[in-house]
């Protein structure tokens, strides 16, 4: 459920409204997992990050006839340091999308989706491996989807019927 929701002009064929959300993260996942050698696994492979979170996110959606449009930017925020002495870097999640009804029952839609994932670790674990955070490696994407779907408005029959 949204903190805060702004419609604007609403019409029969178009309108638009913007969501503003705030949750929170505890810290319930692992940060002492290893590998069947004993040594503790990496940054990434650790199931949580032992950290209070804050996750801000403002979407903004559309509709005008049979398109409908949106984007969102998100975050998570690590507040503060865990109880193996470090902090994983913050991240920010956009996404925008376009949606085109074709009939009843189909439409067909792009979504455009950009993850910043802060490799920047803040302190250190000092039994975990000592694995080089390059630029590369910084955890960054780009994905663009095209789905089209289809709901089918009869019920499903037995062919033994």
């Keep these: 459920m949204p ?7 609403s ?13 929170l993260s505890a810290p319930t996942g692992s940060i002492d997992e290893r590998m069947s050698s004993g040594a503790r696994m990496g940054y990434p492979m650790q199931l949580g990050s032992g950290t209070w979170d804050l996750k801000p996110s403002l979407t903004w959606l559309g509709q005008s006839g049979d ?3 949106g984007s969102q930017v998100s975050a998570v925020l690590h507040l503060d340091e865990n109880d193996n002495g470090y902090t994983l870097g913050d991240s920010a999640m956009l996404t925008g999308w376009l949606n085109r009804r074709i009939n009843e029952w189909s ?4 979504r455009l989706d950009r993850q910043a994932a802060g490799a920047n670790v803040d302190g ?3 039994e975990m491996p000592a ?5 590369l490696m910084q955890g960054s994407r780009w994905l663009v989807l ?3 779907t289809h709901a089918a408005d009869h019920a499903l029959t037995s062919p033994l019927d």
């Design 131 to 135: 694995i080089p955070m390059g630029p």
């Design 124 to 126: 250190r674990d000092d």
């Design 67 to 69: 398109w409908s449009y």
């Design 11 to 23: 019409t029969k064929s178009r309108a638009s409204s913007a969501h503003v959300g705030l949750g």
């Design 107 to 110: 439409a067909v839609s792009i």
């Design 3 to 9: 903190l805060c929701q702004l419609t604007t002009g």
């Design 146 to 148: 095209l789905i089209l």
